[in-house]
């Protein structure tokens, strides 16, 4: 119980006690006496009781309050602990937010972690091209010795060296051509007339299929039926060789060199055709990858392809294969910038042989030129021979 509470109730006691047990109205006994009012004295000493109660109760509260008291005491406690509860709710904040700053570093991490493992992490397509960029470059190399073994049979054959036959005269140059056509491509009207004997390539040597086809010749038959069609578009028929006294008298040496002339114009042309010929000639493995594309773009799969069948696949597999596309869409932007990266050498590559063919586009322009010059050159009237000794 408070203490205002005890001392209501003690004073309100009080006042009740002098009610009920104070002495009446005092009655005189002599006259002269005295009379003692028992009323005043009860009620002065209830007051007097009342005050040194709430003195004392006054005086326990001043103690209680002081700066020693236990009220003081118990204030500061508590003060004290709700100062430890603060403090220990603002530790408590702080380890919460550094539990939670370190998991979302480790969060972070691990995304970065992740994103730097997709950046570098080598998707198929890439081993794709490093296939075919492979194929590619060797098959480049292979066409050129190719080309360069059809081109140095073709010279000495255009040449009319010794062995060939046109060496022993034109009219030995047409029966050799006219006996390996009937040979190789004898056709029904020909075996109708009893020259030989009906072929599977019939009339072979003289389509332009032969030449342009899917992109890989046929094995050897396919890549002989093109040489031989490059043969009779440019140079079916070899002029006789110039021997003896033809190269010796002075007419002779002019014949040398137009003959000359006739040759290097021959295998010029003959070395445009050729590296035709030879970028179709199958000359190196085609990989699983690249079989099953030729499959999905309609063509017979072959298991040796030509350069220009790789570099025709490598093209046709980004412009048109389900797969990479498919790919493509899952791609990082890493993956993506390589994959742009590798079109871009592709796109170089092509410039470069784009480039190597106008080269020879215009070395054919220029013999055209010449070729139409030297013609058109004729002198007005024929001067007469100068008398040297006079100069």
């Known amino acids: 119980m408070n203490r205002a509470s005890l001392l209501t109730s003690t004073t309100l006691g009080a006042l009740l006690g002098a009610a009920v047990f104070g002495a009446g109205p005092a009655l005189s006994q002599a006259a002269g006496m005295p009379v003692t009012d028992y009323l005043s004295i009860a009620i002065s000493q209830t007051m007097q009781a009342i005050q040194n109660t709430m003195s004392n109760t006054l005086t326990a509260i001043t103690g209680q309050l002081g700066a020693n008291g236990p009220l ?14 603060s403090k220990a709710q603002v530790s408590a904040q702080q380890q919460i937010a550094d539990a939670t700053n370190l998991s979302m570093t480790r969060v ?24 075919n960029g492979t194929t ?49 491509y004898c056709s029904a009207d020909e075996a109708a007339a009893g020259l030989c004997s009906t072929s599977q390539r019939p009339n072979a040597d003289q389509r332009a299929s032969s030449l342009f086809g899917t992109g890989t010749y046929d094995g050897q038959d396919g890549v002989n039926a093109a040489n031989d069609y490059v043969t009779n578009l440019s140079q079916p028929i070899v002029p ?38 030879a970028s179709q000639s199958p000359s190196v493995p085609l990989n699983a990858e690249q079989q099953q594309q ?74 055209h030129l010449a070729a139409d010059t030297d013609h058109n050159f004729q002198p007005v009237v024929e001067l007469p021979t100068p008398n040297m000794a006079n100069q």
């Open 72 to 85: 003081a005491l118990l204030l500061t406690q508590g003060f004290t602990q709700n100062a430890n509860y």
């Open 294 to 367: 030729m499959q999905n773009e309609g063509l017979t799969p072959v298991a040796t392809g030509s350069w220009f069948q790789a570099l025709q696949l490598d093209v046709h597999r980004r412009y048109s294969d389900v797969n990479w596309s498919a790919q493509l869409q899952t791609m990082t932007p890493a993956a993506v910038q390589r994959e742009i990266a590798n079109e871009l050498a592709v796109t170089n590559y092509l410039l470069l042989e784009n480039y190597r063919v106008a080269i020879k586009n215009a070395a054919v322009n220029a013999t």
């Open 136 to 184: 590619i470059t060797v098959g480049a190399g292979q066409s050129w010795k190719v080309a360069t073994s059809i081109q140095g049979v073709g010279d000495q054959r255009g040449e009319a060296l010794q062995g060939q036959p046109a060496y022993y005269g034109s009219s030995q140059a047409i029966e050799a051509i006219n006996q390996l056509h009937l040979a190789r």
């Open 240 to 277: 006789a060789a110039l021997r003896g006294n033809q190269m010796t008298s002075l007419i002779g040496r002019e014949a040398s060199v137009r003959r000359r002339e006739y040759e290097a114009r021959m295998s010029l042309a003959r070395s445009v055709l050729n590296d035709a010929l």
């Open 108 to 131: 972070q991490r691990d995304f970065r972690n992740a994103a730097i493992r997709d950046e570098h992490v080598v998707n198929s397509q890439h081993c794709a091209h490093i296939d």
